[in-house]
């Protein structure tokens, strides 16, 4: 199973976000909701802000820029000023990792 390592799951908090720099790639966003591991990119849609320094409210993240909000599971902008959807990115934990999924295989 081919993937990158973001970070180990132990460091993101939950209910918070957890900004990763990866050659390659945007920034991202990793996110543990009830347990459960997502990755977004970092960068709000609608403004230069980082979305890990937002506050999560029911899955959303409020951005702190101008207090938009995504969906975390599916990026989709669920609060004005943010229109465009987040991209969201397959991601699992192995081994006390959380590992972006770099092929479809995964």
């Known amino acids: ?3 990158v ?3 180990r799951a132990a460091d993101v908090p939950a209910d918070q976000g957890f900004r990763v720099d990866v050659p390659g790639y945007p920034p991202l966003a990793v996110f543990c909701l009830d347990g459960v591991f997502y990755v977004t990119d970092d960068t709000c849609t609608h403004g230069d802000a980082s979305l890990s320094e937002g506050e999560i409210e029911g899955g959303a ?11 975390i599971r599916t990026g989709r902008a669920t609060v004005a000023p943010c229109l465009r959807p987040l991209q969201v990115y397959p991601a699992r ?10 092929s479809v295989a995964d």
């Open 5 to 7: 390592v973001l970070c």
């Open 93 to 102: 934990v192995v081994d006390g990792d959380v590992v972006l999924n770099t």
């Open 1 to 3: 199973m081919a993937g």
């Open 61 to 71: 993240v409020v951005c702190p820029f101008h207090m938009g909000a995504f969906d």
